[in-house]
């Protein structure tokens, strides 16, 4: 069986490129992809989302080119949306996603015949 790749580090972005996406845009510029147009004003880094515009599997890319901030509501959207389905499709081609190989459940209870076997007759012995 051949084993999948190895998946890639996720590239968390730093401080400073979160604090110069902040200031690239003063409002939430929406997810253009998706049609979504938002426009809210950032008040703070925590009610900011900082998006990958390539997504992370792709491109492993930390940089403030590829760091975009997102309201909250726009990064659920663009997360479950887009992000969801590309990322199942790209687990599906490289068969992450395959179902494991199930094997028949046995009970620690249950005894082999041939040990079922083996026991009556020790037990036919011993009534001798």
Same mark, same amino acid.
Not at 7 to 30: Q, W
Not at 65 to 92: F, Q, S, W
């Given at each position: 069986? &051949?084993?999948?790749? =190895?998946?890639? #580090?996720?590239?968390?972005?730093?401080? #400073? $490129? #979160?604090? !110069?996406?902040?200031?690239?845009?003063?409002?939430?510029?929406? &997810?253009? !992809?998706?049609?979504? /147009?938002?426009?809210?004003?950032? $008040?703070?880094?925590?009610?900011?989302?900082?998006?990958?515009?390539?997504?992370? !599997?792709?491109?492993?890319? *930390?940089?403030?080119? %590829?760091?975009?901030?997102?309201?909250?509501?726009?990064?659920? =959207?663009?997360? +479950? #949306?887009? +992000? $969801? &389905?590309? =990322? /199942?499709?790209?687990?599906?081609?490289?068969? !992450? %996603?395959?179902?494991?190989?199930?094997?028949?459940?046995?009970? @620690? %209870?249950?005894? $082999?015949?041939?040990?079922?076997? =083996?026991?009556? @007759?020790?037990?036919?012995? *011993?009534?001798?």
């Amino acid at each position: 069986m &051949v084993e999948p790749p =190895a998946r890639k #580090k996720r590239e968390e972005f730093s401080l #400073k $490129t #979160k604090l !110069e996406a902040m200031l690239r845009y003063a409002r939430c510029p929406g &997810v253009f !992809e998706l049609g979504i /147009k938002c426009g809210k004003r950032f $008040t703070s880094l925590r009610e900011t989302n900082f998006d990958h515009i390539m997504r992370n !599997e792709i491109k492993p890319d *930390g940089s403030p080119e %590829n760091c975009r901030p997102l309201c909250l509501d726009c990064h659920r =959207a663009k997360t +479950d #949306k887009k +992000d $969801t &389905v590309e =990322a /199942k499709k790209g687990r599906n081609i490289r068969g !992450e %996603n395959k179902p494991k190989e199930s094997r028949p459940i046995r009970s @620690q %209870n249950t005894l $082999t015949k041939a040990h079922r076997d =083996a026991t009556k @007759q020790r037990h036919e012995l *011993g009534k001798r």
